[in-house]
Each structure stands twice: as structure tokens, then as C-alpha cells.
């Protein structure tokens, strides 16, 4: 199962700024938070990760709060382009080590 | 463009086939992923390898089996498939598999549709 919750859908509107929040509550102490997102059919589009400082890179920013349980995707501009589903991924142990789990993420619907 | 490229991007197979999915990276990374993603599903783990060697099978039917030769290349044969393994099946590639070299790329995928 997925470490992160959040929530199923939001709506931005064009040239607003568009916050996505994510809940990692059992985020260990070395877990980066990855975000993702995928556009109708192709393949996930990586975004931006970190660890405990915010990052910000062309695409979006990131804020991670002190206890680092939740975090913030921050589009500054959104364009009906970011429509898509946006997923927020800490890494979870699997038979041989730890790996990312896909949940059901958030379906950012951007509108004119 | 990631750096990543799936093959064919379309595939319609029948039941009886035996079919192959190619991956290519050119990213000069070490680690290989695929995923299965069916409709209206989150993304599944499949297998990973890392260095050439498979270091995950996340419980995957033996009718699918996964092919690494080197770094650069990964590939997932198919045979004997059912109709409700349609799905888009998706590789990824990453430097590595920890810390913070494990940043996964993606594929555009390949659509699979099984008769």
C-alpha cells in the first residue's frame, strides 16, 4: 500500500496558483517525497522530490512542513497543459529492498 | 522525451501469441523497471533490476518473464496472456536504488490489448 494520502480530485483555474497537499504520516527519517504526474495515457512525468528543505526547479515548487508528515506541490501559473493526475510517492519496502507505490493520486483538472 | 523508449507503443494480441515488449534508456542509468497499469488503476511494480540483475518480482504470473541482456535495455516477453492483462505496460529507469539516486523515468509505454 501507498505511505501517502491525497485527496481524489481538485479544480484550478487557468494562471492560478494550484496547491496539491499530500499526508505522509509514517515518512521515515531518510525517505525523500517524489511527485509524479501522469497525463491521459502516457507515461508518468516526474516533477520534483526532496527530503526535508523545500525545493522549487522550472516546473513546481515543493514545501515540506518541519515534521515532515505532509507536503505541498505548488504549480505558480497553472495552464490547462498541467491537467493531470498527480501523484505524491515515499519510497515503501518491497521483497528486496524499497521501491516507489503508485496510489490513486489526485486528478488536477485545470479550467479556462 | 525522457530519455526513455518503449516498443511497439500499440499491440493487439491474441491468447495463443508469444509477443515482446523493448525498452530502451539512454540515460546511463543502472537500474530498470517495469509496470503494469490497467484502466481506472494505480500503477503496479513488476519487476525492477538492478546492474542486469532482477532484484523484484512482485508476485507476476510466469506467463510473463522479463529479459535484461545489459544496462540499457530491458525487455518483458509475453506468452499465453488472458484478456484481462490489457493494460498499458510502462518501464522506467533510475541512476539507482537508494537515496536520492532512485528518481524514476518513465517510458510513453506500450497499450496491450489482449483478444
Known amino acids: 500500500d501507498a505511505k501517502t494520502t491525497q485527496p481524489p480530485s481538485m479544480d484550478c483555474a487557468e494562471g492560478r496558483a494550484a496547491n496539491l497537499p499530500c499526508n505522509h504520516s509514517t515518512i521515515s527519517g531518510n525517505e525523500y517525497v517524489y511527485w509524479y504526474r501522469q497525463i491521459h495515457s502516457q507515461g508518468p512525468q516526474y516533477i520534483i522530490h526532496g527530503l526535508k528543505n523545500n525545493e522549487t526547479n522550472e516546473m513546481a515548487s515543493l514545501i515540506i512542513t518541519e515534521d515532515r508528515k505532509s507536503s505541498t506541490l505548488i504549480l505558480p501559473h497553472a495552464t490547462l497543459r498541467d491537467t493531470a493526475v498527480y501523484y505524491c510517492i515515499v519510497r515503501v519496502p518491497i521483497n528486496y529492498g524499497q521501491n516507489f507505490v503508485f496510489g490513486p493520486g489526485t486528478r488536477l483538472s485545470v479550467l479556462p | 522525451e525522457t530519455g526513455v523508449t518503449q516498443t511497439p507503443r500499440h499491440l493487439v494480441m491474441g491468447m495463443t501469441n508469444k509477443k515482446s515488449l523493448k525498452c530502451e534508456q539512454h540515460?546511463?542509468?543502472?537500474?530498470m523497471y517495469w509496470y503494469k497499469q490497467s484502466a481506472k488503476k494505480p500503477l503496479e511494480l513488476m519487476f525492477v533490476y538492478n546492474f542486469k540483475e532482477q532484484t523484484e518480482n512482485n508476485s507476476v504470473p510466469s506467463r510473463f518473464s522479463p529479459e535484461c541482456p545489459n544496462s540499457s535495455h530491458l525487455f518483458l516477453h509475453l506468452h499465453t496472456l488472458q484478456p484481462e492483462d490489457s493494460a498499458l505496460y510502462l518501464c522506467a529507469s533510475s541512476q539507482g536504488t537508494s537515496g536520492g539516486l532512485d528518481t524514476q523515468y518513465f517510458g510513453p509505454g506500450t497499450r496491450l490489448t489482449v483478444l
Open positions: 540515460l546511463g542509468h543502472n537500474a
